[in-house]
């Protein structure tokens, strides 16, 4: 993995020079996605159909969880924008931020926990409730954060079927099939999605690092707070189990971010695409940091 990030910045690198930042960035956006499913994937091929309705027969675990994801951190996005003099572009990536709930890149990560079944069970629950809420919550929000943007069911739909329920389903049913190779070929396959992840963000942060650069102190601070915000509110109701606090804290912090790829591709330009992968690596820094410390 080392070797291979090194090699594939050249790559990419390379394309941009000879192609232009265009080009380069339908690439990153595809890649992007594409590897989101492939890791999402690789989850689904080491859980079982019987993880997918552990948190629907703890139905107030579920009621709270789906409230500090789908409800208290939107508001908290809402209240930020509101009362913060932030620019249109760093507001058009909040709303994208703020209506995907959900971290698909976690379950694995959160093993030392032992709630991989709480996590994966909201991944796969959260996805099917994004259906409805992310056009209700766009269609509601979009107003008041001063920018325009309109999913449509289907739109929405589409897109979370394709990269995100099929994914785990396919992962699912390869567990079922080949049960004792399943993890471990989804391990390897897992390295290589992480470089073509790390890759496509990085050089998408590159290619247009203006919109990072010329971004307020403002702009950052309600980021930040977004951030520390969600993971206060998944601490706090994440239940009696310290393990499950942990990993709701982190699931609202990271928020979904294939959801919030397909949110931030129906802005017009790349402003809000560079911020929402801007804010999912540094989100992914910070739970790393926020789980060693909760595993002290």
Not at 39 to 44: E, K, Q, T
């Amino acid at each position: 993995m080392v070797i291979g990030l090194p090699v594939a910045l050249i790559i990419t690198w390379s394309i941009y020079l000879f192609e232009g930042a265009s080009v380069v960035t339908e690439i990153v956006l595809i890649l992007l996605k594409l590897a989101v499913g492939v890791l999402i994937a690789c989850v689904g091929a080491g859980t079982s159909f019987s993880e997918v309705t552990y948190v629907w027969q703890r139905p107030r675990l579920l009621f709270r969880s789906l409230a500090a994801m789908y409800l208290l951190v939107p508001l908290v996005a809402f209240g930020l924008v509101l009362i913060m003099p932030i620019e249109r572009g760093v507001k058009a990536a909040m709303l994208a931020l703020a209506v995907s709930a959900g971290a698909p890149l976690l379950p694995r990560r959160l093993k030392k926990l032992r709630s991989e079944q709480y996590v994966f069970s909201l991944l796969f629950t959260s996805s099917l409730v994004a259906i409805v809420a992310v056009p209700v919550w766009t269609a509601l929000l979009s107003a008041w954060f001063d920018v325009e943007v309109q999913l449509s069911i289907r739109t929405v739909v589409t897109d979370i079927a394709k990269t995100i329920l099929l994914p785990i389903l396919i992962g699912m049913g390869l567990r079922a099939i080949f049960p004792v190779s399943a993890d471990r070929v989804a391990n390897r396959v897992m390295m290589i999605a992480w470089i073509v992840l790390a890759v496509s963000a990085i050089t998408l942060l590159g290619v247009h690092r203006e919109h990072l650069v010329g971004l307020s102190w403002q702009g950052v601070l309600a980021l930040v707070a977004l951030m520390v915000a969600a993971l206060f509110i998944g601490q706090v109701l994440g239940g009696p189990n310290p393990n499950d606090r942990t990993a709701l804290a982190i699931t609202c912090a990271m928020r979904h971010v294939g959801i919030a790829l397909v949110v931030a591709a129906e802005f017009v330009g790349v402003s809000t695409l560079v911020l929402v992968v801007a804010y999912f690596m540094t989100a992914f820094v910070v739970s790393t940091i926020y789980l060693s410390c909760r595993l002290r």
